[in-house]
């Protein structure tokens, strides 16, 4: 028989991975708690045509898609925002705005497999909706950077506004297929090619050099790119507009006393075709891939058949958050909880240990009973070598008394400790 391996683009994510993850995913729903967001939890599988809706191409021809037994076509999540707003155009619609809406768990796109680039990955994703006011784009903003900060990584946020480059499109009459298509090109930073699909369709020559200059704009210094910016699109009133709602956010960011390492980008476009404002994603040195992105998308909700209702949301990428952290040696302070390996000197004490090890764990306390039957050096020698904390060793002549040896295994310690006092002696 073959070797059975995981589908290709699928990883196992073993012990030590898997602690990491979840540790991520506890520093997001923590995140998610101290801002009021509530987590939903919806499903994997969802309708085709409701993932298709509004996905835009590039994730739209990635999805794994398929018929289901009673001749339905579905398929597996690329995003938490479609099922959002299905729920917001549905069972919430008739809720008092504005929903703070949280989730976690697996998206799946058909990417080519590479480092950070997986077919199922993680996303903590957050949705602010109902608000059109530049405070809520800087509450998504201060969130992400308190989720990266807690989980230790050092990281530089990249901002643009889409409404800016829109505000051009728009003013020119370019419909929305050029329009699309351009921001992808501009999403890859094929800058020449996005300016030459302007051109053939017919831009305006200023359009043009207002667009050329634009995709050139960007800096640490963000209110003298701004300022740049407002020159530039001054002939542009939308585009004028939408750079003073940047300029908005990024005051209120500054306000606010939060150090983020911010960069603005005047050029910057998403992939996803919903967006309508902001736009900022999460970068780290050691890594040339995003951690996570968002931004505003004010009409998504009304397309899904929900009254009209402006947004902003981000998703994380927590697989790319754990890279991060490896990268960043950020591992170090997510310590495991002590352990405590519960060994019964002879098989008659199997009994007696499994109640000790019941009574440990009834107080809180991580215990691996002995459960290969080895003899007490064996077990020892094991506990030892995998860093398990403590040894309980049950033996007749102590218990005679209520008592076990307990062992601290890297220090070679040891004492007679009453059954009774164990827990506490373990956390003392
Ligand atoms: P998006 O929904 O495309 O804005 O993606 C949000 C975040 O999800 C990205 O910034 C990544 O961190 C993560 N992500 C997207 N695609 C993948 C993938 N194929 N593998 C791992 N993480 C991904």
Redesign the pocket.
């Known amino acids: 028989m073959s070797e059975f391996k995981t589908v290709r ?1 699928m990883r196992d994510l073993l012990p030590e991975e898997a602690r990491i993850m979840k540790y991520i995913e506890a520093k997001a729903r923590r995140t998610a708690e101290l801002y009021g967001f509530k987590e939903i939890i919806t499903p994997i599988v969802e309708s085709y045509e409701l993932l298709s809706a509004k996905a835009g191409e ?2 739209r021809s990635r999805m794994f898609v398929f018929k289901d037994l009673g001749d339905r076509m579905v398929a597996l999540r ?4 479609a099922s959002v707003a299905r729920l917001v155009a549905t069972a919430l619609r008739t809720e008092p705005r504005p929903f703070r809406l949280f989730s976690v768990g697996s ?1 799946y ?1 058909y ?1 080519e ?1 590479q480092k ?8 903590s ?1 957050f949705e602010l909706m109902g608000s059109n006011r530049p405070e809520a784009d800087a509450e998504i903003i201060l969130l992400t950077d308190s989720l990266m900060k807690s989980v230790g990584l050092k990281y530089a946020m990249k901002i643009g506004h889409v409404g800016v480059l829109r505000g051009i499109f728009n003013q020119e009459k370019l419909d929305d297929k050029t329009q699309n298509a351009v921001m992808q090109l501009m999403d890859k930073q094929l800058y020449d090619d996005a300016l030459r699909m302007l051109k053939d369709a017919g831009i305006s020559k200023e359009g043009l050099e207002a667009l050329r200059r634009l995709v050139e704009l960007k800096g640490n210094n963000v209110f003298d790119v701004v300022a740049k910016m407002k020159e530039t699109v001054a002939g542009h009133e939308k585009a004028a507009e939408a750079t003073e709602n940047l300029n908005e956010i990024l005051k209120l960011i500054s306000q606010s006393g939060s150090s983020i390492d911010i960069m603005v980008n005047a050029g910057f476009a ?3 075709e919903y967006y309508t404002g902001v736009i900022f ?2 970068h780290v040195p050691d890594l040339n ?6 931004g505003r998308y004010d009409r998504l909700i009304e397309l899904f058949g929900g009254d009209p209702t402006p947004a902003v949301g ?8 754990m890279l991060a952290m490896q990268e960043q040696k950020a591992l170090r302070g997510i310590g495991q909880e002590k352990t405590v390996a519960v060994i019964p000197v002879q098989e008659e004490l199997r009994a007696e240990a499994l109640k000790i090890a019941q009574q440990l764990r009834s107080q809180g306390i991580r215990v691996e009973m002995e459960v290969m039957g080895r003899k007490m050096g064996k077990a020892l020698e094991d506990a030892d070598r995998r860093k398990i904390d403590w040894a309980v060793i049950v033996g007749e002549r102590e218990l005679k008394e209520r008592a076990v040896v307990l062992k601290k295994l890297q220090k070679r310690e040891q004492a007679t400790v009453k059954i009774e006092g164990l827990a506490e002696a373990i956390e003392a």
């Not at 690329?78 to 925002?81: I, L, Q």
């Open positions: 683009g590039e994730v690329p995003e938490f925002t998206i796109r990417d497999p950070g680039r997986y077919r199922e990955f993680w996303q994703n998403r992939g996803l994603e999460v891939i995003a951690l996570g992105g968002g981000v998703a994380h990428g927590l697989d790319r958050i």
